[in-house]
Structure formats: structure tokens, C-alpha cells
């Protein structure tokens, strides 16, 4: 208790003693927190909104749609926890000092915990809530329903999956102990894919309607297959029913269901607490041997490796920079750990796709689900860059004076690690995004549409992580998870996405007036196609200019 007492105090001071510049951070990030927010629950709304009037299935659409959304929160809540937690329960200099300290373990554990647990979570509550207000708007939940949905719903589903992944992270360095880190990090990986396989496969949806050829029983089956919890075992049904409840105004079932929730919450956290209790210090001892074994230091000249001889052309210097950096990550298992995950992912996704069904003659339902794939291919994106190229500048530390008072241009260093996480994070995207057109059977209007996205988008999501991770550095930290986490990466991750919805947006209706133009139902849309075109341009001009732009000035201006 006296950690987070000195936490809550620490932070009081903070506010209070914030310098000009830090208080106009902090309301800036605000801001673009409200806003995203706002944004958010518009996009709910709309889409709630619409379902609502589809007669018959547009409720249980909405419902199944909430329910694999949840499904799909949880799901990257454990993860982000589990890999989280390495570096932030564990691998931590904040928890090596206070291990040194008269503190109990689990008081130690409770708050580092705590502080995993709002890094790895903040983005979700950012988009579950307002997702929550909308559909009570839609669907006329009472307001005196919204303070249980949030504390007793939203809040202890977000506890659960926390509790999993850092549980998992305790029993990873204890098999190492024994087994040595490589092969307990392999148990790790499967042991998350077996988790995620479960939930999918016991959370999915039943084949969509489109896949029913005239048949009325089976109509009827998936309808009634669609009004069902999938699994009552599962976190997000219980989520789901919550809300049915207090749509239904049936304060019993929602005293039940929020029951349900909290007090799973509590007996997973009691549980926690008594496996830290016997457990943690030894895990942290093991954590500490295997990934803080020291090695032989040898050099390795740069120019005799493959890596340099692939980077033919490019100057010194930035292939110096681009290796150097390529080194760190492989050196860090934390950041090819998540990174392997995040892979891992993409690819049960794919597999996934044989699941959407390919016989869809509407053209407003193939534009939603060619610009859904293409949203996802965004987001992935997204989430990549602030995740390993928003800390990138930071990871400079203190050394960075070294490199400003070099004969390297600043703007070098900035377009050095621009092209490398370019190169890999176009690459895996565009993949993605031509396999999965591929599976979907998408026209080859849609494939250059895509690809093209893609590419712009690459550019500028590149570009705004480098940048504005120059704007919002933290050099004092050496734990790129949580500068990733920090008030700089939710600013960065906020106009990421926020970048996404509207490239989606931009591209998704002219093309499908273009559709309807393809079949005769519409005119040439020369208009909209213009239109579109040129704010796409102005859109990724000023989201790959301006962040450099003011990423150079700001590291130029910084005072080491």
C-alpha cells in the first residue's frame, strides 16, 4: 500500500510541478485523447445505428459483432500483458530498485503490476467505452445502467486477461530456470497460440448467411446459432449478456451478469497474489540469470556482414545507424518476442479468412469487407510502428548528443531509421494484404487499390512514429514498451489510427460508386474519384512531412 501511496504522491507532484511546455503535452495529448474518443463512438454509433434498422438479423449482428470485438480485446489484452510484463515486472530497473528496498514482494509485484496493467490497457478503454455509450444510445439503455457497465463490465474484463498474461510470464521464467530462457520462450509462444486457438475457435462466429443457398432450415439454424452465446464459459459472452440486460431493463440478470465478472476479477487476482506471493521472487532471480547474463564482448566489424552488403548504396553512417539498431532488437527478447507474436497473429488471422465467404454478389457488402481487410492491414501497421518505431529515437539515451555533435546530418539519422522499419513493416503488410485480397477473391481494381494504400500508408505511419517520437522522447528510459506506452506513444498510436479511419474512409466511397458504375447503376463517379484522390495526397503529404519536419526541429532544439 505505501508503493502506491508514494505513486499517487509522485504523480500529484508531477502535475503540479509540470514546466510550461510539459502542461501543453499533456493537454495536447488530452485533446487528441477526446477527440479519438469522440471519433470512436461516432463510428459505433453509425454502425449500430444501421444494423438497427436491418430487419430481423441487425440486432444479432450487432451483438455477435460486440461479442468477437471483446473477444478480440481479450485476446490482445493477453498478450500485450504477458510480453508486457517482461520488461515491466521483471526487467525493470524501477523493480530492481525496489526489491532492494524493506518491501514485501507482492507489494513490490502488486505495483509494478499496476503499472503493466495500465500500459498494456488504456488504448482498449479508450475505444471500449465509447463503444459502450453507443450502444446504449442505440438501443435506449437507461443511464443509470452506463456506471455499472463501466466499473462492474468494461473494467474487471480488462483485469482478467492482465492477470493471465502476467500469471503466464511467472511460470515462463520459472520452466527457465530449469529448461534455460530459448526453450521456455518457445513453451511461451505455443502455450499463447494454444490460448488464442481456444478462444477463437470457442469464441467464433457460425458461417455467415451469405454461405446459405435458399435453404429455410438452415436460415433458421444460423439464426438461431447467432442469437446464442457462442460459449458461456468465455469472458466476452459474459460481457455480451451484461449488456443484453440492461437493454432488456433486467437489473436481476445485470446484477448477475456484472456480478459474475467482478467476482472472477477478484478470485483471479487473489489467486495472483498467492502465486507472486511463492513464486515471483524466484521467477524474478531466474529472469534476472538468464537475461542479464553477460557475454564475451568480441568485435564484429560492421562491413564484413550480410546485412551490411545488402544495404549497398546508402552512406556509412546510416548504414551504421540501421545495423546498429538492427543488433539491439535481436538482442532484446522482449522486442522479437512480441514482435513474433504480433506475426503469429497475422497469420491466424489468414487462416481465419476461408471462414468469410466468397459468393457475395452485393457490391455494398464486398466494399465492407474489401475495407474492413484493408482497415485491419492499416492497423496492423499502426500498432507496429508506435510499438518499435515511436521508442526508436528514445532508445538514443543520453548518447544522442554524441550523434548531434558528429559530422552526421540529424536528418540522416531520421531517414536512416525511417527506411529500415519502412522496409520491414511495407513488406509484412503487403503481404498480408495481397494474400488476404487473394483468399477474399478480390477484383484486381481492389488489389492495386489496396496495394497502393498500403504503400501510402506505410509511408506516412512510418513517418509519424519517427517523428513525433523525436516530438515526445524519453531518453531517460531504456524500456521501449513503456515509452511506447507513455503520454507520447497514445498521442502517436491516437493519430495513427485516427490517420487509418480516414484513409479507409477516403478510398472506400469512391470505390464504391465505382462498383456500382462497373454494373450500370450509377455514372462515371469522376467527381468523387478527384475528390478522393487529392485529400488522399494531402492527407499523407502532411502526415509524412509534418512529423519529420518538427521531429527534426525538436531533437535539434533538445538540451542534453
Known amino acids: 500500500m505505501n508503493l502506491f501511496v508514494a505513486k499517487a504522491k509522485n504523480f500529484l507532484r508531477a502535475l503540479v510541478r509540470r514546466d510550461f511546455i510539459s502542461i501543453m503535452k499533456f493537454v495536447v495529448g488530452i485533446i487528441v485523447v477526446l477527440l479519438f474518443a469522440v471519433g470512436a463512438y461516432g463510428l459505433f454509433y453509425a454502425i449500430f445505428n444501421y444494423l438497427k434498422d436491418v430487419q430481423d438479423i441487425g440486432p444479432l449482428i450487432a451483438d455477435r459483432t460486440v461479442s468477437i470485438g471483446f473477444l478480440a480485446f481479450f485476446l490482445m489484452l493477453f498478450i500485450s500483458n504477458a510480453i508486457g510484463s517482461i520488461t ?7 523493480t530492481e530498485f525496489l526489491l532492494t528496498k524493506p518491501q514485501p514482494y507482492t507489494s513490490v509485484f502488486s505495483a509494478r503490476f499496476t503499472d503493466n496493467l495500465f500500459y498494456s490497457s488504456w488504448a482498449t478503454l479508450i475505444v471500449g467505452i465509447p463503444l459502450i455509450l453507443a450502444y446504449g444510445r442505440v438501443y435506449k439503455i437507461k443511464a443509470i445502467f452506463m456506471p455499472v457497465l463501466v466499473s462492474f463490465g468494461i473494467l474487471p474484463f480488462v483485469a482478467l486477461p ?24 518457445t513453451f511461451f509462444v505455443l502455450l499463447c497460440g494454444v490460448v488464442v486457438i481456444f478462444f477463437v475457435r470457442e469464441g467464433g462466429a457460425p458461417a455467415l448467411i451469405m454461405n446459405i443457398r435458399g435453404d429455410i432450415r438452415l436460415l433458421n439454424y444460423y439464426l438461431q446459432n447467432l442469437a446464442t452465446a457462442s460459449n458461456p464459459y468465455l469472458p466476452n459472452v459474459w460481457f455480451l449478456e451484461l449488456l443484453r440486460s440492461a437493454k432488456a431493463n433486467s437489473w436481476g440478470d445485470v446484477l448477475f451478469w456484472a456480478s459474475l465478472l467482478t467476482s472472477t476479477a477478484l478470485a483471479f487476482w487473489v489467486f495472483l497474489l498467492i502465486f507472486a506471493r511463492k513464486y515471483y521472487f524466484t521467477a524474478y532471480l531466474s529472469s534476472a540469470e538468464s537475461l542479464g547474463r553477460k557475454t564475451k564482448l568480441t568485435f564484429n566489424d560492421p562491413t564484413k556482414g550480410l546485412l551490411w552488403k545488402i544495404l549497398l548504396g546508402l552512406p556509412q553512417d546510416m548504414k551504421a545507424i540501421i545495423i546498429k539498431d538492427f543488433r539491439l532488437f535481436v538482442r532484446d527478447s522482449g522486442q522479437w518476442g512480441q514482435f513474433t507474436l504480433l506475426v503469429s497473429l497475422l497469420l491466424l488471422y489468414l487462416v481465419n479468412l476461408r471462414l468469410v465467404p466468397m459468393n457475395i454478389r452485393n457490391e455494398f457488402w464486398q466494399t465492407v469487407i474489401s475495407f474492413t481487410n484493408f482497415a485491419f492491414c492499416g492497423y496492423i501497421l499502426a500498432t507496429l510502428s508506435v510499438r518499435f518505431v515511436f521508442p526508436s529515437i528514445s532508445m538514443e539515451g543520453r548518447s544522442m548528443w554524441r550523434i548531434l555533435t558528429s559530422p552526421m546530418a540529424v536528418e540522416r539519422m531520421f531517414w536512416a531509421k525511417f527506411m529500415s522499419a519502412f522496409a520491414v513493416f511495407f513488406t509484412i503488410a503487403e503481404i498480408v494484404a495481397v494474400v488476404s485480397n487473394g483468399m477474399l477473391a478480390q477484383s484486381g481494381f481492389m488489389m492495386v487499390l489496396t496495394a497502393s494504400g498500403i504503400l501510402l500508408m506505410s509511408v506516412s505511419l512510418t513517418s509519424l512514429s519517427v517523428g513525433l517520437g523525436a516530438i515526445f522522447p524519453s531518453f531517460d528510459s531504456q524500456n521501449p514498451a513503456r515509452i511506447a506506452s507513455g503520454g507520447g506513444g497514445m498521442i502517436a498510436a491516437l493519430l495513427s489510427l485516427a490517420y487509418v479511419g480516414l484513409m479507409v474512409v477516403l ?4 470505390a464504391y460508386k465505382y462498383s456500382l458504375y462497373l454494373i450500370g447503376q450509377t455514372g462515371y463517379p469522376k467527381t468523387e474519384i478527384i475528390s478522393s484522390f487529392l485529400l ?4 499523407n503529404i502532411l502526415a509524412s512531412y509534418l512529423p519529420l519536419k518538427l521531429g527534426i526541429r525538436a531533437i535539434k532544439r533538445k538540451d542534453f
Not at 510470464?169 to 534455460?180: D, E, N
Open 88 to 94: 515491466t515486472i521483471f526487467r525493470s530497473s524501477e
Open 162 to 185: 492482465a492477470y493471465m498474461g502476467s500469471a503466464l510470464t511467472i511460470l515462463l521464467f520459472l520452466v527457465t530456470k530449469r529448461v534455460g530462457f530459448r526453450k521456455a520462450l
Open 507 to 510: 478510398l472506400a466511397l469512391p
Open 536 to 539: 488522399v495526397i494531402l492527407l
